[in-house]
């Protein structure tokens, strides 16, 4: 069945976009199709075509344009349901109708807690008490959509939240109703709907607005195709032709962003909401480092992080001076940016000083542990607009070795190892992201390569995680891009060991904040031995196997430059941080320990090389700027995908090689 049709006869079709007495009694004809949910086939499943069916129907009630209906719905949710469970955002269904009062009642929430984001020794680290959430009257209408799509369609809320078919008939009423109150008639032409897409959103301001509207006509303009996680099979066709009017959103009567000392690109919606620098006693200051970057430093590194908080609550963390600080947050509900920190300046938020000094750090509202406080597609495109961005201005590659998860940034000593973040965590979808950022992850070589890339496929890889609400208990299975690493190739065989995380020796777990035994997807590693099905890496100085069928990989064939100790030494150091030596210190700043990790890189390994970079330290200790070095030594070290987080190893102690 195709996507959806231009053209419509409506000879037959209640207009409803008008009365709500109307809308009551079409939901009444039909409750029960709204109490059946989607129609299945005989053994139970749901058929391939039910979900498109719905959207048709609810396209032809409500005379919205069924592209528009499936363009909307795809940019909110790509069309899945997650198992009737809230977005981040308080989010339900393909349509992501907010209703945060019931969300937030519901939803877990968890803080950073004890926060040491400078990840250095020279400062204490910042705390921080779970921030109250914001009362329900509060909540901005963006958060109350489903109570305005039951008021104009007649359907029950819980039905709103707990029926795809009622979920889909609110939000198509809802694009009816925004046109209506543009005063626009229905219409056929899915350009005439720009500025009933871009009320939509529930955006407060222009740019974001816009942004959001321009998403889903792109999304009708290349179409789409892909199987829920309901696993019905749901199409919209391209319709390469369609212009929208774009001057419909001046109509909304919206705020216009305070975007003056924003550095993004034109194609995203960015506010400034500054992070404060301010002196606050004793020598102490926050929330974040004055520099000259990329005069001072490279930027080699942009960090992917998750708030673990709502919205407002990520705002209010990050103008607290007392808290740490990351250049930009990106909202779930529609993709909109707020910058706070300059690109120039060094935000805390890795957990890494080294790390810290040369990146930009992008905080994603959302909770890892939480499968179904989904990231929405908004978010995923506008993000990943921002990380072109960056990319280009600082000529980043575009590589799972330089765009990290806050879980691929390493410790600084043995000591921090077991403190380090694991967000985004194994939910957040790399295979779709790098898509986005156009560069996705293909077979670079043959079958029988020495290097892989980690490439599951997200929506059927559902690996047990445990943990995401009690402790040891299992998880809501959810895709994932992560795989597990076994010590031999069988699924029976003990997890690989993190002496890290766990120095007494024990296994590692399926916990989901557990990194000891994953490699996720995009991620690069020297093949150890292959037999069967299975598929064996060097990892954190052991052989750890994974499961990879030729007829369903989990890993793609790769080329990358690989590196192995040089003839001699049985093993070498491997460190979280490239400090330089102790001769390139200047009289007045303290030399900095070159402290070995707890792991090694023995003899006849090889690990992934991800760049080659001088040994370097940024002294930045005081309020006052003046007093600020940037240390650059001799020493050069190589970055290498060592185990699911990246580490160093010096130059001078190993060889490259092309692979």
Not at 355 to 360: D, G, P, R, T
Request: proline letters at 8%.
């Amino acid at each position: 069945m195709q996507g959806f049709a231009r053209a419509r006869s409506r000879s037959t079709r209640r207009r409803q976009a008008g009365t709500a007495g109307a809308a009551v009694a079409a939901a009444a004809l039909l409750l029960p199709l709204l109490s059946s949910g989607p129609s299945a086939t005989a053994d139970g499943r749901p058929s391939p075509s039910a979900l498109q069916r719905e959207f048709a129907a609810a396209a032809d009630e409500f005379d919205v344009p069924q592209s528009v209906l499936l363009g909307v719905s795809y940019l909110q949710s790509r069309w899945d349901a997650h198992g009737g469970a809230a977005s981040v955002t308080g989010g339900y269904g393909p349509m992501h109708l907010t209703d945060a009062r019931t969300a937030l009642a519901e939803a877990p929430h968890h803080s950073h807690g004890a926060e040491d984001a400078r990840g250095d020794d020279a400062r204490p680290a910042r705390t921080v008490a779970d921030a109250p959430l914001p009362e329900p009257a509060a909540l901005p209408p963006r958060l109350r959509t489903l109570e305005r799509a039951a008021q104009v369609s007649g359907i029950d809320p819980e039905q709103l939240r707990d029926n795809t078919a009622a979920n889909v008939r609110g939000g198509a009423a809802l694009l009816a109703e925004a046109q209506k109150s543009l005063g626009r008639p229905p219409s056929d032409d899915p350009a005439q709907w720009y500025g009933a897409v871009a009320r939509f959103s529930g955006a407060d301001d222009v740019a974001t607005a816009t942004t959001y509207a321009d998403d889903v006509f792109d999304v009708i303009r290349t179409g789409q195709a892909r199987t829920t996680d309901s696993g019905q099979r749901m199409t919209l066709a391209a319709d390469p032709e369609v212009a929208p009017d774009r001057a419909q959103v001046a109509d909304l009567g919206l705020r216009t962003a305070d975007a003056a000392r924003t550095e993004c690109p034109r194609s995203v919606a960015c506010e400034w909401i500054p992070a404060p620098y301010e002196e606050f006693g004793e020598g102490d200051y926050g929330n974040h480092d004055k520099a000259q970057r990329p005069h001072s430093q490279s930027v080699k590194y942009i960090v992917v992080h998750d708030t673990e908080a709502t919205w407002d609550t990520t705002l209010r963390l990050v103008q607290n001076p007392q808290y740490v600080s990351w250049q930009y947050s990106l909202r779930s509900s529609d993709g909109h940016i707020a910058q706070h920190v300059p690109l120039k300046d060094v935000a805390w938020h890795a957990g890494n000083w080294f790390v810290n000094a040369k990146s930009v750090g992008l905080e994603h509202e959302g909770f890892l542990v939480s499968p179904d406080a989904w990231y929405t597609e908004a978010m995923y495109r506008t993000s990943a607009r921002l990380v072109r961005y960056l990319a280009h201005r600082f000529d980043i590659p575009l590589d799972r070795q330089h765009i990290l998860g806050h879980d691929n940034v390493p410790g600084t000593t043995t000591a921090t190892i077991r403190g380090m973040h694991t967000d985004p965590g194994p939910y957040w979808d790399w295979a779709h992201y790098f898509t986005l950022l156009g560069r996705p992850f293909t077979p670079e070589a043959g079958p029988d390569s020495a290097v892989v890339t980690i490439r599951p496929d997200y929506d059927a890889n559902r690996p047990l995680y445990t943990g995401c609400t009690k402790a040891g208990e299992a998880c809501t299975p959810h895709g994932s891009g992560a795989v597990r690493l076994h010590t031999g190739p069988s699924e029976s065989a003990p997890l690989v060991k993190d002496i890290g995380l766990r120095p007494g020796g024990q296994d590692s777990t399926t916990g989901v904040n557990d990194t000891g035994a994953r490699a996720s997807t995009g991620q690069q590693y020297a093949v150890a031995g292959r037999e069967g099905d299975w598929t064996a890496i060097w990892y954190l100085g052991q052989k750890a196997w994974f499961h990879n069928p030729r007829t369903e990989p989990t890993a793609v064939p790769a080329r990358a430059s690989v590196l192995t100790p040089r003839d001699g030494p049985a093993e070498v150091p491997v460190y979280g941080r490239a400090y330089p030596e102790a001769s390139a210190y200047p009289a007045g700043v303290p030399v900095q320990s070159v402290s070995p990790l707890p792991y090694k890189l023995r003899a006849g390994q090889e690990y992934v090389v991800g760049d080659r970079l001088p040994g370097e330290y940024l002294y930045a200790t005081t309020f006052d700027t003046a007093g600020h070095r940037v240390v650059r030594g001799e020493e050069m070290y190589y970055e290498i995908q060592f185990g699911h987080r990246v580490a160093f190893v010096k130059a001078s102690d190993v060889e490259v090689r092309g692979r």
